[in-house]
């Protein structure tokens, strides 16, 4: 599968020099090439519930690398990946939830991050080298990438925390203790902990130097895991649905939405999405789509933001100027606070279905949306996309609904404070040779 640049579609990689290289040197982002698509559609309508998880990322692995690596390889980096798997569920006749939070860390991202990760260690082992992921976390991202990379010899990481922050992590994972994580506290705010990472992928030589990347999903490694959410759920309800399917998730940072509109160009049937309207993605006056970037054009724009994933730029890559199409795809609506909690309300009343704000605006979105309300086309099926697990917004139940979901035993080692009792950082130039010293 051939891969180019949201800044310059005459450049042509494949998929391991897109995951490779992280950034193109044109400040743009990855995207698969218009192209470059396989048609699966034989494949997709042959999938049914009895289809594991780890056989559709396999196989669509094997579309991503074409003729890079062999399909038993791609299933191998699949079955490697997902020891877990989403869940869907029926709430109602044409109303299904797709649950993301079976993971390691009851998110969504635990899909992504662990896809990344076991391309990147089988592809090591195969071809040598290492890779180092260097990011700011909360602590979530932090906690999983200690679970993901216990017993890898091929990558590390180093996590930026700001002072105090530091969650979940065991003393084996530590390098200091011969693991793959190397946490760092750093005085300052996120956006300054931010633009100290940012800095370091502006040295291209010290990227290359020490091979570093990213975790999130400017990396387009981890944004392609995404895809196979759609294909499953799609095998998992096919025989329950007549007519058409639409899809409603948060907005996010626009990864999930980006990674759905890939699934429908691999074949896969889908008639929308429906997404709360940020200032990113709004409407217009007549209640259309309308991407608020694209009155800018790209090549007056700054390079992308490697800590801030660019999906909303691959999203206008996706459409280029062709309006009618978001129109009739991507279907944002304004949520406001009394929708969103009437929406929670509803999902646990009828359904017994806890939802964080984000799986709750998401359904009022659809809710608001023409004629779903009532039911829409009666053959029609609408696809929640549940995010994150409810009790990691345990407050928010409890104060929308009166209850509060029980919490995992492996989200609350997520929580669990712990103080790491070494130098904090004080600049960027200190994170830049503490990175040099520990990866000597």
Same mark, same amino acid.
């Given at each position: 599968m051939i891969f180019t640049s949201t800044r310059n579609n005459k450049l042509e990689v494949s998929f391991s020099r897109a995951v490779k290289d992280?950034?193109?040197?044109?400040?743009?982002?990855?995207?698969?090439?218009?192209?470059?698509?396989?048609? !699966?559609?034989?494949? =997709?309508?042959? =999938?049914?519930?009895?289809?594991?998880?780890?056989?559709?990322?396999?196989? !669509?692995?094997?579309?991503?690398?074409?003729?890079?690596f062999s399909p038993i390889i791609c299933q191998t980096i699949a079955e490697k990946a997902f020891p877990f798997s989403p869940?869907?569920?029926?709430?109602?006749?044409?109303?299904?939830?797709?649950? @993301?939070?079976?993971?390691?860390?009851?998110?969504?991202?635990?899909?992504?991050?662990?896809? @990344?990760?076991? %391309? @990147?260690e089988t592809t090591h082992e195969l071809n040598g080298g290492n890779s180092v992921f260097v990011d700011f976390t909360h602590g979530?991202?932090?906690?999983?990438?200690?679970?993901?990379?216990?017993?890898?010899?091929?990558? +590390?990481?180093?996590?930026?925390?700001?002072?105090?922050?530091?969650?979940?992590?065991?003393?084996?994972?530590?390098?200091?203790?011969?693991?793959? $994580?190397?946490? !760092?506290?750093?005085?300052?705010t996120e956006a300054q902990i931010k633009s100290a990472i940012a800095g370091l992928f502006?040295?291209?030589?010290?990227?290359a130097n020490y091979n570093l990347t990213l975790a999130n999903t400017t990396n387009v490694c981890r944004l392609?895991?995404?895809?196979?959410?759609?294909?499953? #759920?799609?095998?998992?309800? +096919?025989?329950?649905?007549?007519?058409? $399917?639409?899809?409603?998730?948060? #907005?996010?940072?626009?990864?999930?939405?980006?990674?759905?509109? %890939?699934?429908?160009?691999?074949?896969?049937?889908?008639?929308?999405?429906?997404?709360?309207?940020?200032?990113?993605?709004?409407?217009?006056?007549?209640?259309?789509?309308? =991407?608020?970037?694209?009155?800018?054009?790209? +090549? +007056?724009?700054?390079?992308?933001?490697?800590?801030?994933?660019?999906? $909303?730029?691959?999203?206008?890559?996706?459409?280029?100027?062709?309006?009618?199409? $978001?129109?009739?795809?991507?279907?944002?609506?304004?949520?406001n606070e009394r929708q969103r909690e009437k929406a929670a309300k509803e999902l646990f009343i009828k359904y017994g279905v806890f939802a964080d704000p984000g799986t709750a605006s998401a359904y009022a979105a659809a809710k608001e949306s023409s004629d779903f309300d009532e039911g829409g086309e009666a053959d029609s099926a609408l696809v929640l996309v549940s995010q994150n697990h409810p009790a990691l917004n345990s407050h928010y139940c409890r104060l929308v609904v009166g209850e509060t979901p029980d919490m995992p035993e492996n989200i609350a080692a997520t929580l669990k404070p712990v103080r790491l009792n070494r130098e904090v950082i004080t600049s960027a130039d200190q994170l830049k040779k503490v990175i040099q010293s520990a990866l000597q």
């Open positions: 992280c950034l193109p040197e044109d400040g743009g982002v990855f995207v698969p090439a218009a192209n470059a698509f396989e048609d !699966l559609r034989r494949w =997709i309508y042959y =999938i049914n519930e009895t289809t594991s998880f780890t056989s559709i990322a396999g196989t !669509l692995t094997s579309a991503f690398m074409q003729d890079e869940v869907i569920t029926q709430l109602d006749e044409n109303l299904f939830n797709l649950e @993301l939070y079976h993971g390691y860390t009851g998110c969504y991202r635990d899909f992504g991050v662990s896809y @990344l990760c076991s %391309y @990147l979530e991202l932090g906690t999983l990438l200690a679970k993901v990379l216990r017993g890898k010899k091929h990558i +590390k990481a180093v996590l930026v925390y700001e002072k105090g922050s530091v969650r979940g992590l065991e003393n084996e994972d530590y390098m200091w203790n011969g693991g793959n $994580i190397l946490p !760092l506290e750093m005085e300052g502006t040295d291209k030589d010290f990227v392609m895991a995404q895809v196979f959410h759609f294909p499953y #759920a799609f095998a998992q309800i +096919k025989n329950k649905v007549d007519g058409d $399917i639409f899809y409603s998730m948060e #907005a996010g940072n626009y990864g999930m939405l980006a990674a759905g509109l %890939y699934g429908w160009r691999f074949a896969l049937p889908v008639n929308g999405f429906y997404v709360p309207a940020t200032a990113a993605l709004g409407v217009d006056a007549a209640g259309y789509a309308q =991407i608020l970037d694209s009155f800018v054009s790209l +090549k +007056k724009r700054c390079g992308v933001d490697p800590v801030f994933p660019a999906n $909303i730029e691959r999203l206008e890559t996706f459409f280029g100027s062709n309006s009618l199409m $978001i129109r009739n795809f991507v279907f944002p609506q304004t949520v």
